[in-house]
């Protein structure tokens, strides 16, 4: 089984569209991340929940709006999308602060 | 704020043979944990090896072995008897360890191509 899964994992979209990219973990853990690599492969940490709650936000554009319905799930809504979000976003996640562990990554291509 | 380094971006090695990635860091924290990931061609992102800054033995994983050096901030990672499979990119990362909180995020390295030939 999958421990943490990623939806879709290829997304191809106009300039100015609104996508979003869901996340699941079935680890039990209680902390999620979203990460970014660009075109240049250095990943970024964009966001991270633990429980629910917003922990980290590193300077991401307010178009990007994670959401964590619960524990197991934390979905990545971005909204008014430009060239500049062409990338790689993988989800991780973690139990607190021990080893993380990385879905298999969506690319997202915006034309 | 932490950074880490990795100043090779591409090397190869032949098959079996062994080689040596390495990595710096830099931090003002005590505290803290390593983590080399690699990402093969699929783009999976791949646990390879973890360090905990307060142990002074250094991790081995099968194949996989670190060097950590506290005081050199320094962190190489040695892949004996290389395989095919371990084509990939190896990225070097860096956590903060907290005591309570959950601000927890890894800092990455730019990452090193490492192509293992037949």
């Known amino acids: 089984d999958t421990a943490v899964s990623q939806t879709p994992k290829y997304l191809v979209t106009q300039m100015g569209n609104d996508k979003s990219i869901k996340c699941e973990q079935n680890?039990?853990?209680?902390?999620m991340y979203w990460y970014k690599q660009d075109s240049k492969k250095f990943l970024k940490i964009m966001f991270s929940?633990?429980?629910?709650?917003?922990?980290i936000n590193e300077t991401v554009p307010n178009r990007f709006s994670p959401k964590s319905p619960d524990k197991a799930h934390l979905n990545l809504h971005i909204n008014s999308l430009e060239l500049g979000d062409s990338a790689v976003y993988f989800c991780?996640?973690?139990?607190?602060?021990?080893?993380?562990?990385f879905g298999p990554g969506t690319r997202l291509l915006v034309l | 704020a932490q950074t880490v380094t990795q100043s090779q971006p591409e090397m190869s090695v032949q098959e079996a043979e062994t080689v040596t990635l390495s990595c710096t860091y830099d931090?003002?924290?005590?505290?803290?944990?390593l983590f080399w990931y690699k990402q093969p061609p699929s783009r999976q992102m791949i646990l390879v090896i973890r360090?905990?800054?307060?142990?002074?033995q250094n991790a081995t994983e099968n194949r996989f072995s670190v060097n950590f050096q506290k005081a050199a901030k320094s962190f190489s990672l040695k892949i004996s008897d290389s395989q095919l499979g371990d084509t990939a990119m190896y990225f070097c990362?860096?956590?903060?360890?907290?005591?309570?909180?959950?601000?927890?995020?890894?800092?990455f390295g730019k990452g090193t191509l490492l192509t293992v030939n037949p």
């Open positions: 680890l039990g853990h209680d902390t």
């Open positions: 990362a860096f956590m903060k360890r907290n005591s309570g909180g959950s601000n927890y995020k890894l800092t």
């Open positions: 360090q905990e800054a307060y142990k002074q």
């Open positions: 931090t003002s924290e005590s505290n803290y944990y």
């Open positions: 991780a996640s973690s139990q607190a602060g021990a080893t993380q562990y």
């Open positions: 929940y633990n429980n629910k709650e917003l922990i």
